[in-house]
């Protein structure tokens, strides 16, 4: 059986620190944005509110399709065990 290891994908830390610093930025826009809008307190609320739900969904979304891929290369691996298992079981000159 040959022995195959996958390669774990690791973003940089420069990449890593990219999407901190763009998420701060994003938000603090929109928080400023939301804080000096010419709008009632209410309407300021509410937005915030959105924003803050948007947020939360986003992070829930990524880590479903996150945890989806990773099933499925599990299940992916598994198969392939399987498979070379019954490659490795089978003998071509056993008489049927």
């Known amino acids: 059986m040959s022995e195959t290891t996958s390669v774990k994908q690791q973003s940089t830390a420069a990449f890593y620190g990219q999407a901190v610093a763009s998420f701060g930025i994003a938000m603090g826009a929109v928080s400023l944005g939301i804080y000096f809008l010419d709008a009632d307190a209410w309407v300021r609320a509410f937005l915030a509110i959105g924003v803050l739900y948007l947020v939360t ?15 499925g290369q599990l ?3 598994v198969d392939q065990a399987r498979l070379e298992k019954i490659l490795a079981e089978h003998d071509p000159f056993q008489k049927l």
């Open 57 to 71: 969904s986003a992070f829930t979304l990524a880590k479903v399709i996150r945890d989806r891929q990773e099933a």
């Open 75 to 77: 299940v992916s691996r």
